[in-house]
């Protein structure tokens, strides 16, 4: 069975986002969805927060699931026989990053592939942090996050 893995910090998880797991999953048998725990970014949600969030919006998904790892990525993909990590690429900017990652995650440990994905062009524009900043300042964010992490976002009011 080929498992991939796409990984992320996922605070919150956006449509963009959304829009890879569900076109990974017609394309793999299986997709687990890794929430990096220890960030050393402050996330506005916390790890069994975001992985809550992911879990209900692809609940309709039946060969997705959603983990928390922490420490190196490469000794999960390891550890779980997983074949390929997936990324999404939104544009150039996001490639130099992107790139530095798969190859550092290759020389960690070479049979760690990375496998990239086109974001949709609708949201090549779309981050986590984008929208943390709209919703902070009371912009409309409907549309870019799954009607889930909407409800959540506003009845937690979180700044
Ligand atoms: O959504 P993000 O924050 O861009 O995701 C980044 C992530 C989680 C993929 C990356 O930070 C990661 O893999 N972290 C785990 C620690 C690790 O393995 N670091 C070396 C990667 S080159």
Excluded: C
């Amino acid at each position: 069975m080929k498992t991939v893995l796409y990984p992320g910090s996922f605070d919150p998880v956006t449509n963009g986002h959304l829009d890879i797991i569900k076109r990974a999953s017609k394309m793999f048998d299986e997709v687990t969805v890794g929430v990096l725990v220890n960030s050393q970014k402050s996330p506005m949600f916390t790890a069994d927060e975001r992985t809550a969030l992911i879990q209900e919006a692809v609940k309709d998904l039946p060969n997705v699931k959603v983990v928390q790892f922490g420490g190196l990525l490469v000794d999960y993909v390891v550890k779980e026989g997983i074949t390929a990590i997936v990324k999404g690429l939104r544009a150039i900017s996001d490639f130099e990053m992107e790139l530095q990652m798969a190859s550092m995650n290759k020389k960690l440990n070479d049979d760690a592939e990375t496998i990239f994905m086109m974001t949709a062009t609708e949201y090549s524009y779309l981050s986590s942090s984008l929208v943390k900043e709209v919703f902070r300042f009371g912009g409309e964010i409907e549309g870019l996050v799954p009607t889930n992490v909407y409800q959540y976002m506003h009845t937690k009011k979180r700044v």
